[in-house]
């Protein structure tokens, strides 16, 4: 036996408790099950936290922690990589997200009208949500969908030829005082 | 399998699909049209009518004229009758364009095939886009997919299929236009083992939608390109470099490659040969300098995507340090038809330098948008003002942008120039990836520069110095000057570090990002001049 072994042992999980977190969220189920079928690979990072972010929404400290450990990454990899790419969020979004395309095609066609009644409307800058936390709004560099210029996405949802009225009609909907 | 195997299946779907064929566009930009409530109400009037026996309704991908979506295309398989395109189909016609079929009056708009738009048009890479099912393997089989993969694996050794691209002329469609053949060779002639293929399908330029197209609605001709180039340069291992903002493209890219490795298409010992390939997706997460190929290379393994300085070239030393092919959507799409047709077929098409045909993404102030297939050297006049039906305000067109960000703005003086890489540069733009922007008078030019300086500025990696702080500099000198406080020295000063930012950045994205400026300040100096304070003022 090595002479470590009489040493006071440290409490140390068996390897089976790595898949239940202290908290016992079961969205950290979700990374553990990426996190395997990628091996545990360090190269996988960023796929994990695009699954990550789909589990819980943006990455929360805990999340990063929780995935440097998984993939033997120091944190600041971790954080590197999770601020260096502009789908990551550090910070929670609104129940609802419009997402005004801003490419080119967008552009010239008017995005920046979309975009500046929004901001009117709402209170907000691009980036921010609103204080109840129900709707966010974000802009893209381009969203592929040139054709149908200019183009906003409400929820996922793709709208093609949007004008102003119509971008915030349906911002509307999401509003509570909608109703109303 | 086997090519026995293979032309049963391709045999057993031919005699499946039904005589009539109601192809209804499902790919993204007629999808936020809502073509899939379209498709659902076709489907059920087929089953109304009584015609589920004859006529069928098909999922189909892009038929590039996303301005007038959602498209619906009525073919009959046997030819015996035209087919019929109908634009701007709303649920509520669905009904009469089945009607239409015994007899009555189809309520959408009649599209035309003959149209100026589709008239000019060569597709290859888009040969089967909006004619088959991108879901569905079976279909590209039927239209002899992965037959070329056969070929090349039993009647070339790997440096024949070099040679083969080497003698089409076919050029990095991306936006460099490296020889294709050469990058090829560069990683055969490397000595053998790991080597890896990857498939750049990061198309982060604003204004272009080539690659989302292929993808959703041809994949697996990329993934038959893909395993061509596997064999030919001696790898085991493709990756697709797809970003994160194309979901439907991912999907059917996900799809793709379960149903090719169902079929033994993918995977260890491909038509029974000694030839092994799998292909994995890597899902960007929305960095415009990944498309560079080396911050490409290091987001695929997992870090921030920085470029790293060249030589070495991924060539020699790629991905994990592995000779590493890379090539784009458009690039790859290419190669099952090359091989099919000949290289010598190919070389006949376009001009001297530039071989083959590029899709373009037209879009802007245009008539008519969406995408186009032109064989190169097809003048900008002829696509913009044929195709594109002009712009609609007075004035007509002002200029047309190519290239996206590191791209640049082509005056309407200049639009008889013929599309291809030598021309294009020389007018200060590039080919780019295929966003074609058309602006028009009521576009302000030092908008736009400062527009693609904004961009540049927030995807600049932040590695090195003159690109990091550059594109800082001159957007605030850019805004400057649309505040109309700048004066005479101020231009100057923009100029001279436009140069600066473009000689001394790291990678393309820095190099390139003065090019909007430079472009716009060569062709329209003088609504920057109008913008500037008079000489005699404070200074």
């Known amino acids: 036996m090595s002479p470590l072994s009489s040493t006071p042992t440290i409490d140390r999980q068996p390897p089976s408790a790595i898949n239940e977190h202290p908290s016992g969220d079961k969205r950290f189920k979700v990374l553990d099950i990426t996190m395997k079928r990628n091996q545990y690979r360090s190269d996988a990072l960023i796929e994990v936290l695009h699954k990550a972010q789909e589990a819980f929404g943006y990455l929360e400290e805990d999340v990063l922690y929780y995935i440097a450990r998984g993939l033997k990454l120091p944190l600041s990899r971790v954080y590197g990589v999770a601020t260096f790419y502009h789908l990551f969020s550090l910070k929670p979004s609104g129940a609802h997200s419009c997402v005004v395309c801003l490419g080119t095609a967008c552009?010239?066609?008017?995005?920046?009208?979309?975009?500046?009644?929004?901001?009117?409307?709402?209170?907000?800058?691009?980036?921010?949500?609103?204080?109840?936390?129900?709707?966010?709004?974000?802009?893209?560099?381009?969203?592929?969908?040139?054709?149908?210029?200019?183009?906003?996405?409400?929820?996922?949802?793709?709208?093609?030829?949007?004008?102003?009225?119509?971008?915030?009609?349906?911002?509307?909907?999401?509003?509570?005082?909608?109703?109303? | 399998m086997d090519l026995a195997e293979l032309l049963a299946i391709r045999q057993k779907e031919r005699d499946r699909q039904k005589s009539t064929r109601i192809h209804c566009c499902t790919a993204a930009g007629c999808l936020s049209s809502g073509s899939a409530a379209v498709k659902a109400q076709l489907e059920a009037a087929v089953d109304a009518e009584g015609l589920g026996a004859s006529t069928e309704v098909c999922s189909v991908g892009c038929m590039r004229f996303c301005g007038r979506g959602p498209l619906v295309e009525v073919v009959s398989r046997e030819g015996d009758r035209e087919p019929i395109l109908y634009e701007q189909v709303t649920t509520a016609d669905a009904a009469s364009i089945v009607k239409a079929l015994k007899g009555g009056e189809a309520t959408a708009p009649l599209g035309d095939r003959n149209h100026p738009f589709f008239a000019r048009q060569f597709p290859i890479v888009l040969e089967n886009s909006g004619k088959i099912d991108p879901e569905r393997i079976e279909e590209y089989i039927a239209v002899g997919g992965y037959q070329q993969l056969y070929r090349v694996l039993y009647e070339y050794d790997p440096a024949e299929v070099v040679d083969e691209i080497t003698r089409s002329g076919l050029r990095g469609r991306g936006g460099g236009g490296y020889p294709t053949g050469l990058k090829w060779a560069t990683v055969a002639k490397m000595p053998a083992g790991q080597?890896?293929?990857?498939?750049?399908?990061?198309?982060?330029?604003?204004?272009?939608?080539?690659?989302?197209?292929?993808?959703?609605?041809?994949?697996?001709?990329?993934?038959?390109?893909?395993?061509?180039?596997?064999?030919a340069?001696?790898?085991?291992?493709?990756?697709?470099?797809?970003?994160?903002?194309?979901?439907?493209?991912?999907?059917?890219?996900?799809?793709?490659?379960?149903?090719?490795?169902?079929?033994?298409?993918?995977?260890?010992?491909?038509?029974?040969?000694?030839?092994?390939?799998?292909?994995?997706?890597?899902?960007?997460?929305?960095?415009?300098?990944?498309?560079?190929?080396?911050?490409?290379?290091?987001?695929?393994?997992?870090?921030?995507?920085?470029?790293?300085?060249?030589?070495?070239?991924?060539?020699?030393?790629?991905?994990?340090?592995?000779?590493?092919?890379?090539?784009?959507?458009?690039?790859?799409?290419?190669?099952?038809?090359?091989?099919?047709?000949?290289?010598?077929?190919?070389?006949?098409?376009?001009?001297?330098?530039?071989?083959?045909?590029?899709?373009?993404?037209?879009?802007?102030?245009?008539?008519?948008?969406?995408?186009?297939?032109?064989?190169?050297?097809?003048?900008?006049?002829?696509?913009?003002?044929?195709?594109?039906?002009?712009?609609?305000?007075?004035?007509?067109?002002?200029?047309?942008?190519?290239?996206?960000?590191s791209g640049g703005c082509i005056p309407a003086s200049a639009l008889d120039t013929s599309v291809d890489y030598e021309s294009l540069t020389q007018l200060g733009s590039i080919m780019g990836s295929g966003g074609m922007i058309v602006m028009d008078n009521e576009t302000n030019m030092v908008d736009v520069a400062r527009f693609y300086m904004e961009f540049c500025r927030g995807e600049s990696c932040g590695k090195c110095?003159?690109?990091?702080?550059?594109?800082?500099?001159?957007?605030?000198?850019?805004?400057?000057?649309?505040?109309?406080?700048?004066?005479?020295?101020?231009?100057?000063?923009?100029?001279?570090?436009?140069?600066?930012?473009?000689?001394?950045?790291?990678?393309?994205?820095?190099?390139?990002?003065?090019?909007?400026?430079?472009?716009?300040?060569?062709?329209?100096?003088?609504?920057?001049?109008?913008?500037?304070?008079?000489a005699t003022g404070k200074r």
């Open chain 2, 195 to 231: 080597k890896y293929v990857i498939c750049n399908a990061d198309e982060g330029d604003p204004g272009a939608f080539m690659d989302r197209s292929v993808l959703e609605s041809d994949p697996h001709r990329v993934l038959e390109g893909m395993a061509i180039a596997g064999y």
């Open chain 1, 107 to 180: 552009y010239v066609k008017g995005a920046g009208e979309l975009l500046a009644a929004l901001e009117r409307e709402m209170g907000l800058k691009e980036g921010e949500t609103t204080p109840d936390g129900q709707v966010s709004l974000v802009t893209a560099r381009c969203i592929g969908a040139c054709g149908i210029a200019p183009a906003a996405v409400f929820d996922g949802r793709v709208a093609g030829k949007q004008t102003p009225e119509s971008v915030l009609a349906a911002i509307k909907e999401w509003l509570p005082d909608a109703a109303s």
């Open chain 2, 465 to 534: 110095i003159p690109c990091r702080a550059g594109t800082v500099q001159l957007y605030q000198m850019l805004t400057k000057i649309l505040n109309r406080e700048a004066s005479e020295g101020d231009l100057e000063r923009l100029e001279a570090l436009c140069y600066m930012v473009r000689d001394t950045s790291l990678c393309g994205l820095g190099m390139t990002a003065p090019n909007p400026v430079l472009s716009t300040l060569r062709y329209f100096r003088q609504e920057y001049e109008e913008l500037l304070q008079p």
């Open chain 2, 233 to 405: 340069i001696g790898a085991n291992h493709g990756f697709i470099y797809v970003r994160a903002e194309y979901p439907l493209a991912i999907r059917h890219l996900q799809k793709a490659i379960q149903q090719a490795k169902r079929y033994s298409l993918l995977g260890s010992q491909i038509f029974g040969s000694p030839f092994d390939f799998k292909i994995d997706i890597r899902v960007g997460a929305g960095a415009f300098v990944c498309g560079e190929e080396t911050a490409l290379i290091a987001s695929v393994e997992g870090r921030r995507g920085n470029p790293r300085p060249r030589p070495p070239y991924p060539a020699e030393s790629g991905l994990w340090g592995c000779p590493t092919l890379i090539n784009n959507v458009e690039t790859l799409a290419n190669i099952p038809a090359i091989i099919r047709e000949g290289a010598e077929w190919y070389a006949k098409i376009g001009t001297e330098k530039s071989k083959g045909t590029k899709v373009f993404a037209l879009t802007g102030k245009v008539r008519n948008t969406g995408l186009i297939e032109v064989p190169m050297g097809t003048t900008l006049r002829q696509i913009v003002e044929e195709m594109g039906g002009g712009v609609a305000t007075a004035g007509g067109v002002k200029a047309v942008q190519t290239g996206g960000p």
